[in-house]
């Protein structure tokens, strides 16, 4: 019962926006596209965005609010400063930048096969493409086809030649370090390789200034990457990174890097863009939405009238004008320190907009040209990560980092606040008698915990006062609880039948498991893991090892798993295949033998001995089209020899098999491809053949029963959700259409082998629905499946969910987002509470909670998104769960962000209707320990977080109740 949530993550996005120049405006260089460059110099141009397919949302530009070019246009700068734009690569052929790359003049012009400068790229004279492998030749070209670094090349330093726009800095050069992969890329290069050897060959050629509109998370972090951001800092070179379009306060790396520039995007009327993240780790703003670039010559713009050029929003392009703001800087002079280039950023002044918040401000020329003449003293709260309270205590302490970037302080005044009701800060204020240029203080401050059961992630307020400067700065700081001496972290040991095996290894100093969770149709109080292997030799063979829970271990298995030929594990299921009441196990493997492939089932018993010795390893070669045979259902069978048992089934695109077809001797075989129910019947050849559940013969009955056209079409549309009462029946329910287009019938058929019912007619939304969720009742007996939810999208404010159980409709609900300029994105999940359901929607920005029934409410929360790399997606996995609250048991979404940005798991709980990431439920995964997927306890009635941890040189499995 996984739901993953699927983030919008690209790094930038074409602009789904136009901007309407001014009348008569006001042309600063001969440059014919200037007046739509509103970044350079916003004269009031109206930003025109789109609201839904036929309506739109006009936003009027306010003058000045841009970077301040009209001061740094007549500045002369005789040194031409390097910008590594570290991206998906640059056009190296685009007029605009001709004369404006960066030349290694070791190499341009010299035999590409000599490594003539000795740095090991041979040939790279303008630039790398690290993402390929350094010995071959499409290492050599960091040429661009995605345009998203040709973008950011323009708005740094398009030449200011009269063809189109101009850059930041029109005599910068550019460097083309190609870090991110071509979409049709199969190159084995990780991305942070590639990202820490662009910095490394950045830095090493002399780049003054590195633009990285890009980012990653956690899970993505080595010591290579950080020390290669390290090395470029000791260096000297400025680093500038975006901040990210999810929204969010939580930080992406390497903003979240101290010494890393984080720049927010603001929008043309000088407010914070939609889409763009914020929070105390951000240094400043600057324009990023609609912002025109350069488009590489071969690729249709999507959002401009004229190639060559694009318009784009994000961070993505917001960085660019500070990195290129920065280029200025150290083309007046190249020595200037990291620390006054910060110093000179946070003069700025805060953005009015209140929505949201930074570290610093909205950037201009005006400001960072500014000398610095007194202190700027600021919190480093790059360096806040968490607050955590340890067992017994609800009082802790959180280290404030401060420190100066100009000039000597006589004395700071530091005062923290507490925004939060879940937390209070004791001895608010403390003062430094005084800070240098450059120096660090830790501050200790004590935290009080007030109650377990409030918000887990909370807001504080910095205030410094220093040199008759007074100045707040907010941040918002996760809470977690430190488990590990309390005496419900519950260990459990393995027990190896020999040797211990490596259920787990250590990478990059992080733990990773091994392990995996074996799968059950219905809720089970077993809890059992496997490990898997393909052992090599004269054939293939997969190996699996079970482990189950035996009180307080894990008890390996006396029988391994043995399947030959096999390439790899398609499904390892537990179910109970001869209906004797006990659980059996499933194993479906993808093998290949003399260089044919087919699909092998493997039925054992609870103790991993073959469940029909003359029915092992059975062989099914498939003789006809199938789409896809990776998600299971079981469906009962009255079989000769086997007796009544539970066989593989599934819904996918495909023929109908031969057998299944009634043909007279004139006619032709049917080979039609469409969506039906198919089984595997065992044979007495011990091998299986592919059954359909849904034959023509079928079709004609439904069709005369419903007294339907003879030129009606009949079709499986979906596959319900397994629920308890399907398992215990061995029956499968999915829904059907009959008629065509909109005048279809609709109906939920309960399908066993040789015969099927339907249900009463169902409404025409649920034909074509976004998602088919299971509906979760949550009673004593703790979570199961006791229904579905059908969940269609009207337009981008509105959905409706049409909840059914069995083959009848039990519920329908209609809803609408308060947000129009946010879209509804899809469902979470749906539960069941007595007389109470609690829906959890996600839109593009927020997670939304509507509690119907008894108690009616509405909550919504900021959502988790991350964006990282370009084209690129990240998945959050919310995975329904029940935990305790005050004895009952109330349903909840475990969220598991170790592999985002940090190390904690914790509960979305439902709250008396409301959504709330509660302290009590918000742990911190030890560093010694990996989080795996939480389990049902029958012991506890309710789930348990799971960690697989190494505790002197020796695995174990610590479980935590939820409640």
Known sequence: ????????????????????????????????????????????????????????????????????????????????????????????????????????????????????????????CHGWNFTEAMDSDEAKDPSDIDGHGTHIAGIIAAANNGLGMVGVVPNALIMPVKVMKDSDSDSQVSSAESFARGIIYAVDNGADVINMSLGWPRSMETKTLRDAVNYALSQGVVIVAAAGNNNSAEPLFPCAYDGVVCIAASTINGDYAGFSNYGGHVDGVAPGESILGLNP????????????????????????????????????????????VFARIYQAEPNPDKKKYTAGGDITWDIVNQEVTSSVVRPILKRIRQ??????????????????????????????????????????????????QGEFKDLLFNVKLNDFSLESSVDIKITIETNGEKRSFLNEIPVARDVTQEAKFKKSTFAFLDKPLPVGAIRNGEINSLLSTVESVIQSDKHEFFMRRILSGDTKKLELTLFSRKGDKYVQAPNLILVNDALNLVNFIRVDLNLDGKEDYLVHTLAEKDGKRFFVFSFYNEELKPLWPSFQDVKLNLDLFLASMNDLSFIKLNHGTLGKILVPAFFTEGQLPLVDQVLTSWDKQDMTRKNRLYYLEPMSDSTLRVRS???????????????????????VEQIMPTSKTDAEKGQIRALV????????????????????????????????????DPLLTVDANGLSVNGEVFFNIYDRTRAKLVATRGESQVNEFIFKHETESDLIAGHI?????????????????????????????????????????????????????????????????????????????YLFEEQNGELVASVRNSIVVPSNCKALNPVYSAHSGTHEFVFLCLEDNAWVIRNYEMN
Request: hydrophobic residues 40%; neutral net charge; glycine residues 6%.
């Open 387 to 436: 607050i955590t309270f340890r067992v017994g205590s609800s009082d802790t302490k959180v280290a404030i980092p401060v420190r100066n970037f100009g000039v000597l302080s006589n004395e700071v005044i530091v005062r923290v606040e507490s925004l939060s009701k879940s937390i209070s800060i004791d001895s608010e204020t403390q003062t430094i008698p005084s800070l240098r």
């Open 829 to 905: 999940a749906s539960f069941e509470k007595g007389q109470n359901r609690f829906t959890v929607f996600q839109s593009r920005e927020e997670l939304i909670a509507v509690t119907t029934g008894n108690i009616s409410k509405r909550t919504t929360r900021p959502k988790l998104r991350y964006s990282f790399l370009s084209q690129k997606f990240l998945s959050e996995m919310y995975f329904p769960v029940t935990y305790k609250r005050n004895g009952t048991l109330s349903p909840a979404l475990y969220v598991d962000s170790t592999a985002m940005t940090g190390n904690r798991i």
């Open 297 to 340: 010559l071969f690729l249709e713009p999507d959002f401009f009238a004229v190639p060559g050029y694009e318009l784009r929003s994000g961070t993505s392009q917001a960085a660019p004008f500070v990195a290129g703001l920065v280029a200025a800087l150290k083309a007046r002079n190249k020595e200037i320190k990291i620390d006054e």
């Open 693 to 715: 559940l849904t034959t023509k013969v079928w079709e004609e009955a439904l069709k005369t029963e419903l007294k339907s056209k003879w030129f009606d079409t009949v079709e």
């Open 1 to 124: 019962m996984k739901k993953l949530l699927y983030a919008f993550l690209l790094t930038s996005f074409a602009a789904q926006a136009v901007i309407i120049p001014v009348d008569k405006s006001e042309r600063l260089v001969e440059d014919e596209l200037f007046a739509y460059q509103w970044g350079l110099v916003n004269q009031g141009q109206t930003l025109i965005r789109e609201k839904d397919d036929i309506h739109n949302l006009p936003m009027q530009g306010v003058a000045n609010k841009d970077i301040g070019y009209r001061s740094l246009i007549n500045n002369k700068f005789s040194n031409r400063p390097i910008v590594a734009v570290l991206d998906s690569g640059v056009d190296l052929t685009h007029p605009e930048l001709q004369g404006n790359l960066w030349k290694n003049e070791a190499e341009c012009g010299k035999d590409p096969k000599v490594d003539n400068d000795g740095n090991k790229l041979a040939g790279d």
């Open 737 to 772: 259409s009959v008629g065509l287009g909109t005048k279809r019938q609709l109906f939920i058929h309960s399908f066993v082998v040789g015969s099927n019912t339907h249900g009463a007619k169902l409404p025409q939304l649920v034909l074509e629905p976004e998602s088919v």
